[in-house]
């Protein structure tokens, strides 16, 4: 029965479709090697290397082919991949996922991984321990001893020991799709984007994979492994379809105006169905459905599915054929009622049964090319029939090919052409469809005769997931379509054998299949359907994409199903890649999914990713969540790091700085408060929150350009510290502003705006830091000369009564020590009083209108600043006062402690402003004291001779 020829049956496997076609059939590989990150190796290579190290220790590898590309299809019009330097030459280290052989607990079905739980799946995981049959990888002397000490000991200590494998063998996913979008960031390139983001997801399956494989059975911590294996599995899928998809809607736009109508010169089926895709995107694009569908399958035959080996290699039905030579020769006395014949109608013709080893190589057979079917691999499902022994089975699947004889047209170049398709496939159809229903028929048998005759009941039965639903709806759309075309346009030649009166009882819409799948009677693919990653496909093949924006808005409201990190991620960047297209949709939304991304890569500390995410923001929120990010970096090094990749992303770093200044320091304020009983030796401490506060101004002193903000920003801080009396945190965020900080904002003002008068702001910014400098030196002196005065005093020595002759000569050594002692403390008392009195006269008198006065205002003032300053006034001065009065009273300078109330009662200063009728009383009250001390000593009241 092998009477098809395998060059005329590799050329009806397509409909037209040329392989130089710029919508090639197949989907291209990555080109490897050519590396566009190079550099150190990051996370997940060096997990990938680490899994093909221990891959080549465990187990020998097995060579398996490649599978074959699908030829399932009318027309393949899903786009191919542009080629992309591949990110990682790993070919040497890890080799394509193998088929694995068939375990005891191996589902029975490719596509049925999806649907299982969590708990199955990990038991799936654990089974496959037991069997491991790898590929070859290169071998150990490539690599240096460094590297496999490194890598064996990041995979069997680092990895398979982390409470989350999963998270951390993925970890290295967000960097590498960061990288990609950087490289790939030209409006031309989007698309080259979405096929590396498919490459990269891909890489990540293939390694956890590995890694499961490399879980002790019972570990519950690899239950997560496995659902982020699942996510990223769904997420390669989606950038896939995403991909395709809108390649082609692009590509659409600019054939709008191509002409719809059929011309009457006389067409092919083929050619009618390739008019039809040619001019019908919707058409089109449910045939990408179909494809995306089946190369996803493929993929999970390749990672699931197992080798099926059958008895039977060149005879079909041995055992049956073995039972009738037996009974021919009149051996065997068996009882059993079996087929009389053997010719592949025998079974349902004759209503018996094969021998019972043979059905169960022929279900099995049945299912496996079903599985074929369902991942488009046609020339693999025909290969099988004919290693089986059933050439005619794989015959039998060449009658649903469109017919098409070129030579009708023109000879040309005087050689016969192949005749393409089959020119009775009217008849093969009304045949397999009546067979689908055929309950005599295996199901599976059923199913596949009901995929190429469109009968869509006769499918589901045997879909056990929710991509096998789908695939099953879109292909019958397809045919559907592709059928009523060709009838309405087929030429005058015979009449089409009839279809079945209900094959156009249904006719299907994306917007119907989608309401079916919703509503489907099996629990299991109801469910399914409500997954968020087959929601987004959804929305994707519809068109929808306002809808999908606003269904991923909602996942991020929801705190208790919060999505995952992954998932975060993946909605980022297709948020960004409708963007890229121009497709502008739900702009909130859009910016609050990005903002989530950035705040979770804020949350696991990704330093290099947060700038160019946060760069996608408006920029009113670059600023809010850059500034929020750096606030929770503390060591200097990586400050001046972040600050760089904010500016190499175009971020507005001094503004940044500014806001994250502001926000750390008007966290936690407190009131102002007034104690002038207490002296400045005694300071508040400083907690953990000032010291946040003082490091703070670290932001704005790293940029020479960014001085005169450093130094309003350092003012605000001190302010602060001063009214609630934390004189050594001010003295601190003081020592923090460089000594020339005046100096560089007047050479940056005479670079900027030349001769100009420096602006208001920053002329009340200087002289503001310059009081606070005099404040603090006043303060400083005192206390300096507090410590002297009381603790500095020398000792006078004292002679106990009876002393001997010994005693009395040592005691009158340390009365000339104690005098020379006493007149050097003397000394230092009369300097640290000078320069206590002198310090403080200069906050008293402090030029240009005043201690904390603005030498110049203007309508832009900030009014909770002003407060401050006249508040600090109202603090300070007084406190100031009252210490310099104790300063002359203690020394005994009476007199110059007097004229304290003349400075005071200034017109001129105006210091008596700044007092409350308390304290005006109690300084009086000091005063009187000290012209008491006057009269005491013979002098008048004002300390002038009587």
């Known amino acids: 029965m092998d009477s098809f020829r395998q060059d005329d049956y590799n050329r009806s496997l397509s409909f037209g479709v040329d392989e130089n076609s710029p919508i090639p059939r197949g989907v291209s590989r990555s080109a490897k090697g050519n590396s566009f990150l190079q550099g150190p190796k990051n996370h997940s290579e060096r997990i990938r290397r680490s899994m093909g190290l221990l891959d080549q220790v465990a187990t020998p590898g097995l060579g398996v082919s490649a599978t074959p590309s699908s030829s399932l299809k009318y027309s393949t019009y899903t786009p191919s991949k542009l080629p992309i330097p591949s990110q990682y030459d790993v070919t040497g280290i890890v080799s394509p996922t193998p088929r694995r052989l068939k375990t005891q607990n191996m589902p029975a079905d490719p596509m049925s991984l999806g649907s299982m739980s969590i708990p199955e799946q990990t038991r799936l995981a654990a089974s496959l321990l037991m069997t491991p049959i790898r590929q070859p990888i290169a071998s150990l002397e490539s690599m240096t001893p460094s590297e496999v000490t490194e890598d064996f000991t990041l995979t069997n200590v680092n990895l398979l020991l982390e409470d989350d494998p999963g998270m951390s063998a993925t970890a290295g996913l967000f960097e590498d799709f960061m990288k990609s979008f950087r490289v790939f960031s030209s409006p031309t390139d989007v698309f080259r984007l979405v096929a590396e983001y498919e490459k990269l997801c891909s890489e990540q399956v293939t390694m956890l994979n590995k890694l499961v494989k490399k879980a002790n059975p019972g570990q519950n911590k690899f239950s997560k492994t496995v659902e982020v294996l699942n996510l990223l599995e769904q997420e390669k899928c989606t950038w896939r379809l995403l991909g395709s998809l809108y390649q082609d809607r692009q590509s659409a736009e600019d054939e709008e105006t191509m002409d719809t109508g059929m011309d009457m010169e006389r067409k092919s089926e083929q050619e009618i169905s390739n008019s039809l895709f040619a001019r019908n995107s919707s058409l089109r694009q449910s045939q990408i459905v179909v494809d995306w569908l089946e190369r996803n399958a493929v993929d999970q035959i390749q990672d699931y599915y197992e080798n099926v080996e059958f008895y039977s290699q060149s005879v079909c039905w041995e055992n049956t054929l073995h039972s009738l030579q037996q009974k021919t020769a009149r051996v065997s006395r068996s009882d059993r009622q079996l087929v009389s014949h053997m010719d592949p109608d025998a079974p349902v013709r004759e209503n018996k049964p094969l021998a019972e080893l043979d059905r169960e190589d022929e279900a099995r057979l049945l299912k496996n090319l079903f599985a074929k079917i369902r991942a488009g691999q046609l020339e693999d499902a025909q290969r099988l029939c004919k290693k089986c022994g059933q050439a005619w089975r794989a015959a039998t699947l060449e009658g649903w090919k469109l017919y098409h004889d070129s030579n009708m047209k023109a000879l040309s170049t005087g050689n016969i052409a192949a005749i393409e398709g089959n020119p009775n496939r009217d008849i093969w159809k009304a045949t397999a469809w009546r067979m689908s229903q055929d309950e005599r028929f295996h199901p599976y048998e059923r199913a596949i005769a009901a995929v190429f005759s469109g009968n869509l009941k006769e499918v589901l039965p045997v879909c056990r997931s929710w991509d096998d639903c789908l695939w099953a709806y879109f292909r019958v759309l397809v045919d559907q379509q592709v059928e009523q075309e060709i009838r309405e346009n087929v030429q005058p030649g015979r009449e089409s054998q009839p279809l079945p009166d209900n094959y156009f009882d249904k006719l299907l819409t994306t917007n119907k299949i989608f309401q079916d799948l919703q509503a489907f009677p099996s629990e299991d693919i109801e469910m399914q359907s409500k997954q968020k990653y087959h929601l987004i496909q959804k929305y994707l093949i519809l068109g929808e994409i306002d809808a999908l924006v606003e269904e991923m808005g909602e996942w991020l409201l929801d705190d208790v199903h919060r999505p995952s990190q992954h998932l975060v991620r993946f909605m980022a960047h297709v948020v960004l890649f409708f963007r890229g297209l121009g497709l502008d949709s739900k702009e909130e939304i859009c910016t609050a999914i990005i903002e989530a991304y950035v705040k979770n890569l804020i949350d696991v500390k990704h330093l290099e990713l947060v700038s160019v995410y946060a760069a996608q923001l408006p920029e009113s929120l670059q600023v809010e969540c850059y500034a929020h990010f750096l606030e929770g970096i503390q060591e200097k090094d990586t400050r001046k790091y972040c600050l760089q990749l904010a500016e190499e992303a175009g971020l507005d770093v001094p503004k940044i700085t500014k806001t994250v200044v502001e926000n750390i320091r008007n966290r936690d304020l407190t009131e102002f408060t007034a104690d002038t009983g207490s002296t400045p030796a005694i300071d508040a401490a400083t907690s953990q929150v000032d010291r946040k506060k003082i490091e703070a101004i670290d932001w704005l002193v790293f940029d020479p350009s960014q001085r005169a903000e450093a130094l309003k920003q350092s003012n605000a801080v001190m302010r602060t510290f001063l009214g609630i009396k934390k004189h050594d945190a001010a003295k601190e965020v003081f020592h923090k502003i460089p000594g020339d900080t005046i100096d560089v904002i007047m050479k940056n003002w005479l670079g900027h705006a030349g001769r100009v008068s420096l602006p208001v702001e920053d002329d009340n910014a200087i002289k503001e830091y310059l009081c606070i400098k005099a404040y603090l030196n006043a303060l400083d002196t005192f206390n300096d000369w507090f410590e002297h005065f009381h603790n500095k005093k020398p000792v006078e020595p004292t002679v106990i009564e009876g002393a001997t002759f010994h005693q009395k000569v040592q005691h009158e050594h340390e009365e000339k020590e104690f005098k ?93 402003t700044v007092f409350d009728k308390d304290e005006l009383r109690k300084l009086l009250g000091k005063i009187r004291e000290s012209s008491i001390e006057l009269l005491d000593d013979n002098l008048d009241a004002l300390g002038y001779e009587m």
């Open 820 to 912: 020379m002692e006493l007149e050097r403390w003397q000394h230092g008392l009369n300097s640290n009083t000078k320069a206590v009195v002198d310090n403080i006269y200069n906050v008293l008198l402090f030029p240009n209108g005043g201690w904390m006065v603005d030498q110049y205002t203007d309508d832009l003032m900030d009014n909770s600043r002003a407060t401050q300053l006249q508040r600090l006034r109202e603090l300070c001065i007084p406190l100031l006062v009252f210490l310099l009065q104790s300063v002359l009273h203690t020394t005994g300078q009476y007199k110059q402690a007097l004229m304290l109330a003349d400075v005071i009662a200034s017109e001129e200063q105006q210091l008596y």
